[in-house]
């Protein structure tokens, strides 16, 4: 049996093509034309659902133990906090003050561009214990289109 990694071509092609739809979405490319603004925006909500699932696709294909869990949580913690860090500096320097409510808010419930960090966080450790507790995966992906 060979050690070779599985690869999957077409899912390395649709997160080429939604990397694009992502920057799309920051650029507004068709902000000029309303209908085609909505039209793309309304595609658009995809793209980051859809890392999501790729990323679990990719991360619970085999069986994950607590420590692979744990290795996950503390290097998107460490990722949420240095942005942060990086993000209330930036604002107290061109503010000129630092509030101490944007830290417990940055903190607590992320800001702005820092919000699917928390969201993949919460994802991964709520199907970890899914799949801890529940050993048919075909309620665990109910209850994960549900949420969806």
Known sequence: ???????????????????????????????QFHWLDMGFDVFSRIAVPFFFTASAFFFFQKTTPRTQCAKFTKRILILYFIYSILLLVVRALVSG?????????TLYS????????HALLFGMLFTALLSHCIKRKWIIYTIAALCL
């Open 1 to 31: 049996m060979s050690d070779k990694p599985q690869t999957f071509p077409a899912v390395d092609l649709v997160k080429f093509l939604m990397a694009f739809v992502i920057i799309g979405i920051h650029a507004q490319i068709f902000a």
């Open 97 to 105: 003050t630092f509030d101490p409510k944007l830290l417990f808010i």
């Open 110 to 117: 992320g800001v702005q561009h820092l919000w699917f960090l």
